[in-house]
Nanobody, 115 residues
Framework: QVQLVESGGGLVQPGGSLRLSCAASGIAFNFYTMAWYRQAPGKQRELVATISTVSTPNYLDSVKGRFTIFRDNTKNTVDLQMSSLKPEDTATYYC?????????WGQGTQVTVSS
């Protein structure tokens, strides 16, 4: 059974930092491209960051320089370090694992940036 379990969300003030983590099980993690998406209320889900099987990252333009995606193939985890957070970063963040036509999702973790 495939499971992606996110953690680390919460309430943070503008300018603050949070680190999200996603633990994967039930997949050959090394072969999967991992990603973080987010969805704000009333908006479409958007791709925030991806990391390839060889740890090549890509980022949404609005988070470049503020967010960093990491993967640890020994622990089957992918993290998203978020800094200089803005109110517009408020959303539910989802972890994704993709290999060919297969894609799996976590249940999401809420990030709220507010003073």
């Amino acid at each position: 059974q495939v499971q992606l379990v996110e953690s680390g969300g919460g309430l943070v003030q503008p300018g603050g930092s949070l680190r999200l983590s996603c633990a994967a099980s039930g997949i050959a993690f090394n072969f999967y491209t991992m990603a973080w998406y987010r969805q704000a209320p009333g908006k479409q889900r958007e791709l925030v960051a991806t990391i390839s099987t060889v740890s090549t990252p890509n980022y949404l333009d609005s988070v470049k320089g503020r967010f960093t995606i990491f993967r640890d193939n020994t622990k089957n985890t992918v993290d998203l370090q978020m800094s200089s957070l803005k109110p517009e970063d408020t959303a539910t963040y989802y972890c994704s694992a993709r290999f060919s036509i297969k894609e799996y999702w976590g249940q999401g973790t809420q990030v709220t940036v507010s003073s």
